[in-house]
């Protein structure tokens, strides 16, 4: 079963070009898929679309079977979070609790089922200890945090993170990788969009875009170790996938090398 | 020394009075020619600081930095006599997410902003509006254009032509490379270091990639909470004690070679400082 | 900067602090209403009595508070001034003949400018502007030979001289009031206060919920919005913009310079903003739960009850006519 279907989709922003050109691809329930891409490659306006904050000019979204349409896009973003790029621009409260309650007050949560999932989830990304600071007191990576409980607090199927790692310094930006991994293993659908290979590393699947249009989309693996279709979008091989990029155009037959390399990839 | 800093010390004024030691006995400098630098540390660490104190925005509670014979101590009436402005056109400082500071109708008129306003004539900001909207690899039909319909990497590069157009001694770029994808960011370093190389000028960059460092930097300096604990050369940074102490993390071309020592016993000679050099020195020895 | 208390939440455990944010308002506006319908001078000291009566027993510094009023200190004077010279009703109490000649006008001229050159070298700033202006009035009066360009009087009338006092206490008193109130109130609490006051208005198809929502926001960004302004002139200053010189023509383009980018943000901000809340299932106008419910308790009743005691009696007074 998928969680999310894209079939044919395009879309323009008034008077531009077209920032995707019928774009199809899919993320089952489970998996961690992500979408890479260059800058201005139609990534983040892709996450847009899926829980309709822009509107497809041709094309059919599904989420979880049911699709998008003004009558079922509130029922579908109960399904679907996203974090956001820029950590300052989505915190909607003025103190963290208030803020992972924000969308639970959106959802009529009754009271006391809301105070018992503040404190649940705000466990769970390490910030009960926060719970009354405001955000000036925070870094961008704690108020990332704050923003995946609040969307884990809404029990939401799957979570898009539109380069959500982006603004943050090496220690950040690792916190929220291995959230993205524990959400994986718990069951939890995980989309990010991104141009950083480290955080492609791990997904199941990768779907690289370029110039709004999907250029391959494929097993992690195989995506990770293409240079060709990687460095048409911008991206680089990880430095490993390099050196085993080089091994290999010489005909190296030193199989536990490669598969060092490869292991050297992936824990980055 | 084109920048000298004795003894600094800076303390921001918190609420209630409760300072907030931002650095603290730092001393260093800086010639106006033929280096490149780094400046890495955690977040907080004070880098951003330290910079602004290198344009004179900021002045030390303590101690004294000289910049271009101008001296700034806490003194702030002494501080205020001098003219400090002449000292920014000579240390160009580029912020973080510089994209925000563009504000004319035209790319043009935006980057000839700051060398008029240091008083160099509309004919000759306009000759160095051209060359410098090159430099940064954009061309010259750019210039005729509104900076807002550019795409977030095109912003970038304007307002760093900006600064360049000042003609500085000294550029300083507070993480410029932040958002960009990996071409966007070679390209860019490329520029910086071409505008170091090329026309000799001193480059400092506020990073936090290893990489960046390793590849590009002939010094490096590393804040930890507000002390300058280390000024070298890059490579003497990453040696094991400091990488542990310090938290760093490795650039990714020290971290495979010391892998395959480990693993496999495999030894370079000469240390590669580069993705193709590292490519080359192992094809060689492992086949 | 940080001395300044008012508009700002300062955490502190006293009765004050558990009231609840509607009772605190509403007993604020009804005792401001009293405080417009004394109208003597001993009910105006008592009134001020009670209400620094209240600091005390909310465990609020009062030399803090008053201390805190200082940024006003000239705004009131200049409102006490005022009346003093140009409200002439009631009984004449005090009369100087005032001489202008062209000596002891340029005299107080040279007066003026010492004043201006020296004052940022005295340590009682106020003391000494009003030495300057007794010293003006001396000069006035006493010098009145050489060229006489006019004369003129300056009286004291018994009315402008109570006016003066009853604007300046209330001001006071009114002024404590609010700062006792936003002392006491989380911003967040303020808000939701305001926003239980205002919702009967909803009859009038005001939505207070949107309201609260907006200046919840508000104050949510401010600083955040300060902290953006800063750099970007810090940003420009690096570009060779001098905040503290320049022409008129220069000003303007300093401006702009900061203006057009504070502008871009923040139209970006609320863009994401808006986004980020849609894509967390706000939908505006649908009926939310809240996480922060207000609380009546006894001691509200109270401290309504004692406060429209008071007005009462004030209307009392002023009906009798005490």
Known sequence: ?268 | MAIKFERVSFQYRGVDDKGYLALADINLSIAAQGEFITLIGETGSGKSTLAQHMNALLAPTEGRVHIFGVKLTSDKKKNRKQRLNPIRQRVGLVFQFPEYQLFEETVLKDIIFGPKNFGVPHEEALERAKKMIQIVGLDESYLERSPFNLSGGEKKRVSIAGILAMEPEILILDEPTSGLDPMGRNALLKVFYDIHEKLGKTVMIITHDMDTVYEYAKRVLVLREGALVYDGEPPGLFSRKHVEDWNLELPEILRIQRALEERFGIRLEKNPTSRKELIEALGEVVM | MNRIVIGRYIPGNSFLYRMDPRTKLIAMILLMVGVFLIQSFLHMFVALALVTLILVFGRLSVKRVYLGLRPLVFLLMFTFLFQVLFNRQGELLYSLALHYTILNLSLAFMVVLLWGFTKRFIRFRLLYFLGAVVGIFALLHSISFGVVLGEGTFAVYEQGLSTAFFIMVRLIIIITLSTILTITTKPTDLNLGLESILRPLRVLRINAEEIAMIIAISLRYIPTLLEEANKIMLAQASRGVDFQEGKLKDKVIQVVSLLVPMFIISFQRSDDLANAMEARSFVPGQERTRLHILRWSKLDTVALACTSLALAGVVLLRVVGW
């Open chain 1, 1 to 268: 079963m998928n969680m999310i279907d894209i079939e044919n989709v395009s879309f323009a922003y008034s008077g531009k070009v077209e920032a995707l050109k019928n774009v199809s691809l899919c993320v089952r329930k489970g998996e961690w898929v992500t979408i890479l891409g260059h800058n201005g490659s139609g990534k983040s306006t892709l996450a847009k679309l899926i829980v309709g904050l822009l509107k497809p000019q041709t094309g059919t979204i599904r989420v979880d079977g049911v699709e998008l349409s003004e009558r079922t896009v509130y029922d579908i973003r109960k399904k679907v979070g996203i974090v956001f790029q820029n950590p300052d621009n989505q915190f909607v409260g003025v103190t963290v609790r208030d803020d992972i309650a924000f969308g639970l007050e959106n959802l009529q949560i009754p009271r006391e089922e809301m105070v018992e999932r503040i404190e649940r989830y705000a466990k769970r990304v390490d910030m009960y200890s926060y719970l009354n600071k405001e955000p000036q007191a925070l870094s961008g990576g704690q108020k990332q945090r704050v923003a995946i409980a609040g969307i884990l607090a809404m029990r939401t199927e799957a979570i898009i993170f539109d380069e959500a790692t982006s603004m943050l310094d090496p220690d950040g930006r690792k916190r929220i990788l291995s959230y993205m991994r524990k959400l994986r293993d718990e069951g939890v659908t995980v989309v990010t969009i991104t141009h950083d290979m480290r955080e492609a590393v791990q997904s199941d699947r990768i779907v690289v875009l370029k110039d709004g249009e999907v250029l391959k989309a494929d097993k992690s693996e195989n995506v990770l170790k293409d240079k060709e279709t990687l460095e048409q979008s911008n991206l680089e091989l990880l430095l490993p996938l390099e050196v085993l990029h080089g091994l290999e155009k010489k005909k190296s037959t030193n199989e536990e090398l490669k598969e060092f390399l490869w292991q050297l990839s992936l824990n980055g």
